[in-house]
Nanobody, 114 residues
Framework: QVQVVESGGGSVQPGGSLRLSCVASGSQFSTYDIVWWRQTPGSRREWVASITSELIPNYHNSVRGRFTISRDNAKNTVFLQMDGLQPEDTAVYYC????????WGQGTQVTVSS
């Protein structure tokens, strides 16, 4: 019942920035907890960051201080601001919506290379 769409991926040089967006359908968006994950070929998905319905953010140690998660409930959107990107951040980034179910987006590619 909830459709999830990520956008904002692209290619940048080391030290660059990208801002990912996750839009989820429905009237209950403000009650959902949102989690960003990432995955490289041949590996499991890795937790990146999350934000709760109470606006509490959490970050994996590898991105803390470089990434910032936020949400705009009026627009049914969660953002992931990624600064100081490094090659090891290269992955497909996925938005996971929880609350009355479990819903995933299709992913958006982030590539960091020189």
């Amino acid at each position: 019942q909830v459709q999830v769409v990520e956008s904002g991926g692209g290619s940048v040089q080391p030290g660059g920035s990208l801002r990912l967006s996750c839009v989820a359908s429905g009237s209950q968006f403000s009650t959902y907890d949102i989690v960003w994950w990432r995955q490289t070929p041949g590996s499991r998905r890795e937790w990146v960051a999350s934000i709760t319905s109470e606006l509490i953010p959490n970050y994996h140690n590898s991105v803390r201080g470089r990434f910032t998660i936020s949400r705009d409930n009026a627009k049914n959107t969660v953002f992931l601001q990624m600064d100081g990107l490094q090659p090891e951040d290269t992955a497909v980034y996925y938005c996971h919506v929880t609350g009355g179910g479990s819903y995933w987006g299709q992913g958006t590619q982030v590539t960091v290379s020189s």
